[in-house]
């Protein structure tokens, strides 16, 4: 009951924040951030209607989608991903959100080769530049995506980042703003197998800015599930 009413109040609210900025409600997908929850609770989000859902450790990702099956729902996997993990990712996953580096958007290719699929991915900018944080840095993101293009298994459908926590959200429009940008930069050179269909951002604290700054894909997980232990 609690998760399907959570679910229901972020809606209004990407509703709310769609309509107050002149953007298309309908085009956003609220993903619900299940890491480190069991899979009850994703199968009561399944029941209340609910389909897409964003996973961040494989192995955790893996056992939890045999239980619930993978055709239950549309699965996105929002994790780091090691290349020695990219069979996993593309046997498992609709969507990578994570990929940060030509190496490892080489290996997904190869592994979705073999198993005769077009892997969607996103590719994932360091937006704000932090050491310790993944994704390639705004410097190089337009030389990678001229790479990934060449890969036939790959589909480039977006980007995605991941901003600092603020107290106020408010201090995350800018680097929601410039991931935006970013993706017109990249649309303007027409590559093939590329289109920027997909902004991945904003989270339980920040969604409602991200959505008013043209995300289409808002990964939320606290305000569904409840704190993460
Ligand atoms: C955990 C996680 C989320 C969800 O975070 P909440 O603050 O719980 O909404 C979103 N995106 C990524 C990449 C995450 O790792």
Redesign the pocket.
Known sequence: MQIQSNIKKIHDDIRAAAQKSGQDASRVTLIA?S?RKPPEMIQEAIDAGHRDF?E?YIQEAMEKIDLLGRKSATWHF??HLQSNKAKFAVKYFDLI?TVDTVKLAQEINRQAQKIGKIQKILLQVNISREATKSGAQESEIVNIAKQTCRFDNLHVSGLMC?PPFFDDPEDTRIYFKRLKQISKEIERLNLPNTTMTHLSMG???DFTVAVEEGATLV?????IFGA?Q
């Open positions: 951030v890491k964003g961040n929002i994790g959100h991941m989270m339980s604290n990964r939320v997980g606290t305000a993460r």
